[in-house]
């Protein structure tokens, strides 16, 4: 569980492709300071496990049905990632309620410079995703907690504020660069819940008539 607000940027030190899986290795100061192997870690979004650290760096495996998903296979050494500890029960949510379980990835439509170094994204909207995005909801790109600004049936906006352009890798977003999308998992939820409710209803009104 996390909440969607970036703690540092990492940098890919290695990549190891095998079997389907991959593997990597990642710079980091803060996300190492008191993790363990068993760890879980957000890496743009995506919750992975922490399966080997030493100072400076954590290793972690995201396997082949992680790399369907996400846009972790298409991940170069060099590249930076947005990466953020697993919540304490403590800690306040700044963001929102996030698992790092990926809906699906979006490619961004356009991207509006704004005054002070803020920035506007237009993001395509899949059709999978759609039912759960609102205005003013809650939405994770690349592990960042947003809110969405406005949205058409094909797309929808968020507003990048300047710390959160220069704190994550959302500033350096172009025109064309696929980015990792999570709904509100609580939206999800409540779907199912009235599926499945409204499903035994029905079975019920059948076997009584």
Not at 159 to 166: F, L, N
Request: aromatic content about 2%; proline content about 1%; charged content about 25%.
């Amino acid at each position: 569980m996390f909440t969607g607000i970036v703690e540092e940027r990492g940098e890919v030190l290695r990549l190891e492709r095998s079997s389907g899986h991959l593997r990597l290795r990642i710079r980091s100061d803060v996300v190492t300071s008191d993790s363990a192997v068993g760890s879980s870690i957000s890496v743009n979004g995506c919750c992975l496990t922490v399966t080997d650290l030493d100072a400076g760096w954590w290793e972690t495996v995201a396997v082949a049905e992680t790399l369907r998903r996400t846009t972790m296979g298409g991940l170069s050494v060099g590249d930076l990632v947005n990466l953020e500890r697993a919540l304490l029960a403590t800690a306040r949510i700044d963001g929102h309620i996030v698992q790092g379980h990926v809906d699906a990835t979006a490619a961004v439509m356009a991207v509006a410079e704004l005054e002070d170094d803020a920035r506007r994204l237009m993001v395509e909207m899949p059709e999978t995703i759609a039912a759960y995005v609102i205005e003013k909801g809650a939405i994770t790109l690349d592990g960042v907690s947003l809110t969405v600004a406005s949205l058409d049936v094909e797309t929808f906006d968020v507003a990048i504020i300047p710390h959160t352009a220069a704190a994550t890798t959302l500033g350096s977003l172009e025109q064309g660069s696929r980015v990792n999308v999570e709904t509100d998992c609580l939206a999800r939820h409540i779907e199912r819940l009235i599926e499945v409710r409204f499903a035994g209803e029905t079975s019920t009104t059948r076997v009584a008539s």
